[in-house]
């Protein structure tokens, strides 16, 4: 298994609404990642799992909530966000965090905040 | 801080024709390089990677890329476009091991369009 997975692929939701994104990947891979994309713009980082543990949170609010369950799992949970955090959410996978290997990325979750 | 370039914002080629997508690197010691590719809606595909070694990287699809350290260049290329390579495409760099950030840094993106 090669692959990265992301559900739901599509998400609407409310301001006041709690929704979960979730990752999964089986190439034994030990860093995870979350990225958020705006339309024709380049993936912009948002957190970094290395063994489970977080290693890297690059500002971002904490409406944004992410989980790392296993090594296999990464959870990013939403609540109250704003109509400006629509984008789309690719996670991605690597070897370990400081690995020159490249990211094996997910699909991504296209989400719309009402 | 590391940074790559890519100074057009859309690349547009004849079905059959060679095709060059720029992209120049600013980072301190030995970069690594990678190329990515987005089609519509979907995340991102590893095309290839420069770590060390020789300078001309063969990748998926066709592609390859040239490592130019005098330069500082790392263009992606492909001898004879086709219609479906029309997509988005992504130049990144990571520092090496040791260098402090393991983050991976993309360009702004590129748009080929392959014109039937």
């Known amino acids: 298994d090669t692959e990265v997975t992301q559900t739901p692929k599509h998400l609407v939701m409310g301001m006041t609404n709690k929704k979960s994104l979730k990752c999964e990947q089986h190439?034994?891979?030990?860093?995870m990642y979350w990225y958020k994309q705006k339309a024709k713009k380049p993936p912009e980082l948002m957190f970094v799992?290395?063994?489970?543990?977080?290693?890297i949170n690059e500002s971002v609010p904490s409406r944004f909530s992410p989980e790392c369950p296993n090594s296999s799992l990464l959870n990013l949970h939403l609540h109250a966000l704003q109509p400006e955090d629509s984008a789309l959410y690719l996670c991605?996978?690597?070897?370990?965090?400081?690995?020159?290997?490249?990211?094996?990325f997910g699909p991504g979750t296209r989400l719309t905040v009402l | 801080a590391q940074s790559v370039a890519q100074p057009e914002d859309q690349v547009n080629v004849a079905e059959g024709n060679p095709l060059t997508v720029k992209c120049t690197y600013s980072?301190?010691?030995?970069?690594?390089l990678f190329w990515y590719v987005q089609y519509p809606n979907r995340g991102l595909q590893f095309l290839l990677k420069?770590?060390?070694?020789?300078?001309l990287v063969k990748g998926s699809y066709g592609f390859e890329a040239e490592f130019n350290k005098s330069q500082t260049s790392f263009h992606l290329k492909k001898p004879s476009a086709l219609v479906s390579d029309s997509a988005l495409y992504f130049c990144?760099?990571?520092?090496?091991?040791?260098?402090?950030?393991?983050?991976?840094?993309f360009g702004k993106g590129t748009k080929l369009s392959v014109i039937p």
């Open positions: 991605a996978s690597s070897p370990r965090k400081r690995s020159y290997n490249e990211q094996f």
């Open positions: 190439m034994g891979h030990r860093a």
């Open positions: 799992y290395s063994y489970e543990k977080l290693s």
């Open positions: 980072v301190s010691g030995n970069p690594y």
């Open positions: 420069y770590i060390t070694g020789d300078n």
């Open positions: 990144a760099v990571r520092d090496p091991p040791g260098a402090g950030s393991y983050q991976l840094t």
